[in-house]
């Protein structure tokens, strides 16, 4: 029985290439990546490990390999993009500049993740598995992280209209900003002429006249 070795090198003096054997953070890296294309188009139901395997170019055995369920394939992807989400629009909001320069980064932020990784706002936002009680134990504890998060990051911009952070009311503003913005993005999806930009100051009128009138 020829070796590995062997067999290898008769594939190279045939003129083809041995395909290289990936790490297990690579293979790891391009089934999440698979799976969030695919549960944000069919959502968790409509969605088959099987599907995932062939999108990712593994065997579905490989699939079990890293994950041992579908289930939790999905909250996986879920808690990942949102720890995306958080770091990308937080750079925006600890950055430099006055409290408004930052309010339409911030604003700016949110609407180029939702235009660059559109799958992973639907994830996020849209309804994938609601019906599952685990995963919408999941989804209510990744959003309440999230209006944490970005409570914290707004912490000094929230106290400019005398409500401290700690508050109740201080994470309902923070969750009306969020829900806001992304029900603009939804809107953006059926609508995809529309600037970013004009998006971005129409969405400043309403959020900053109220932020502002505090100053």
Same mark, same amino acid.
């Given at each position: 029985?020829?070796?590995?070795? =062997?067999?290898?090198? *008769? ?7 041995? %395909?290289?054997?990936?790490? =297990?953070? @690579?293979?790891?890296? $391009?089934? *999440? =990546? ?6 944000? #188009? ?10 995932? @395997? ?7 055995? +490989? ?6 369920? %579908?289930? +939790? ?15 990308? +629009? ?6 430099? &500049?006055?409290? !408004? ?27 994938? &598995? ?7 134990? +999941?989804?209510?504890?990744?959003? !309440? ?6 409570? =914290? $990051? $707004? #912490? ?14 201080? !994470?309902?503003?923070? !969750? ?40």
């Amino acid at each position: 029985m020829p070796t590995q070795r =062997a067999t290898v090198r *008769t594939a190279v003096m045939a003129g083809a290439t041995p %395909k290289p054997r990936l790490r =297990a953070s @690579a293979r790891r890296a $391009l089934i *999440t =990546a698979a799976a969030l294309k695919i549960f944000a #188009a069919k959502g968790f139901h409509g969605t088959s490990l099987g599907e995932i @395997a062939a999108a990712a170019g593994v065997a579905r055995t +490989v699939v079990y390999d890293h994950f041992p369920s %579908k289930r +939790v394939l999905l909250l996986t992807v879920m808690q990942e993009e949102n720890a995306a989400l958080i770091e990308h +629009v937080g750079i925006r909001i600890g950055g430099s &500049g006055s409290a !408004e320069d930052r309010m339409r980064s911030t604003i700016d932020a949110y609407f180029s993740f939702a235009q660059s990784r559109p799958e992973a706002r639907r994830l996020l936002f849209d309804r994938t &598995g609601e019906d599952d009680p685990e995963i919408r134990i +999941v989804r209510e504890g990744i959003r !309440e992280s999230r209006t944490h998060a970005v409570t =914290a $990051l $707004l #912490a000094d911009d929230i106290r400019t209209v005398g409500v401290e952070p700690g508050e109740q009311i201080a !994470e309902a503003m923070v !969750e009306l900003i969020i829900s806001g913005l992304d029900g603009v993005a939804q809107w953006w999806e059926r609508n995809p002429d529309m600037p970013r930009s004009m998006l971005v100051e129409g969405a400043m009128r309403l959020l900053w006249a109220g932020l502002g009138n505090g100053r």
